[in-house]
């Protein structure tokens, strides 16, 4: 007799398992579900990037094989002019660029009406299209027709220098028109960099009787310093590949003096027709740009850990 409650007891264990057991169907069926919808949206991106990223990085690295090509860049003057081009243009151009925006960010961050109206044109250079901007660029600089020089006879009487054609003249006209190009986008960036900095900072050391140099030195610059070293980074990464500025402001010349590797890769793929020469020619960047983009991550990683 003691024994007879224990099959209801049973009954209800074996309905709660049953019940357990649907549960369990059901949210495997609803998994199903979610994770055949996830493939649906997920299998067109993922076919995009295998043809247009995968593929195309493959295939160049597949065309860049042939360790003869890298022989035939190496004994080729063309090339090691390029080299160092390439460098000048990195060096100089981007911290020329860099420097110059944030100090003129300093200048724009003022609370003045007239300096709104100056800082918008002062950002039209970046807010034109690049190809239209190089194209005049390079008219202006015509010896003959060119603006500058038609000036410099109005002025003077004299003939202006050759620009495009004396391969220095030719160098320091593609960067000072890379400068003036793109030094607004980063003016703004930076801008927005000061803008994030406390004023309170500003009045405290106002109060204390720093100077302008003193704010900026012991303020300004170790607030924006890591923004200022990733700006640069990045910009050199992207500099690295700038095909415009050359191409359209000088063609690389005067006798192929100004190329730089992006613009010499594309030289020797399409005009001279030898598309792994061209590949390899681009390649010969990796070493400097892989180190960039490693410490670019490490970089923005140590700032996320610090935020």
């Known amino acids: 007799m003691a024994q007879a409650p224990a099959r209801p007891a049973a009954s209800a264990a074996f309905a709660a398992e049953q019940r357990a057991a649907t549960r369990s169907k059901g949210g495997s069926g609803a998994l199903t579900a979610e994770g055949f919808w996830a493939a649906i949206f997920v299998v067109p991106y993922v076919v995009v990037f295998l043809l247009f990223v995968i593929y195309p990085v493959l295939y160049g690295f597949w065309l860049g094989s ?7 860049l190496i004994r080729d003057p063309i090339f090691v002019r390029t080299v160092f081009n390439t460098f000048i243009f990195i060096i100089v151009g981007v911290n020329i660029k860099m420097f110059l925006a944030l100090m003129l960010s300093g ?3 003022q ?5 709104k109206w100056i800082f918008l044109l002062f950002i039209l250079p970046w807010a034109v299209p690049a190809i239209p901007t190089f194209i005049s660029a390079r008219w202006l600089l015509n010896d003959q027709w060119g603006l500058i020089n038609n000036v410099i006879w109005d002025l003077t009487g004299a003939f202006g220098p050759g620009w495009l054609t004396t391969p220095t003249l030719a160098m320091a006209s593609v960067i000072v028109f890379y400068v003036w190009k793109w030094l607004p986008f980063w003016t703004v960036i930076f801008l927005a960099g000061r803008t994030a900095i406390p004023h309170e900072l500003y009045e405290a050391a106002a109060i204390d009787g720093a100077t302008g140099i003193q704010r900026f030195r012991f303020i300004t610059f170790p607030m924006m310093k890591s923004l200022y070293i990733i700006c640069t980074v990045l910009s050199t990464i992207w500099s690295l590949g700038d095909y415009n500025t050359v191409h359209f402001v000088s063609g690389g010349g005067p006798v192929l003096s100004t190329h730089i590797l992006a613009t010499l890769g594309i030289r020797n793929a399409f005009e001279i027709g030898s598309p792994s020469l061209g590949v390899a020619t ?4 990796l070493p400097l740009l892989i180190p960039l983009v490693i410490y670019l991550m490490r970089k923005l990683r140590k700032e996320a850990v610090e935020l």
Do not use: G
């Open 66 to 72: 042939n360790p003869a090509d890298y022989l035939t």
């Open 107 to 109: 200048y724009f961050n």
């Open 111 to 115: 609370h003045f009406k007239w300096v």
């Open 282 to 285: 681009v390649i010969t960047a």
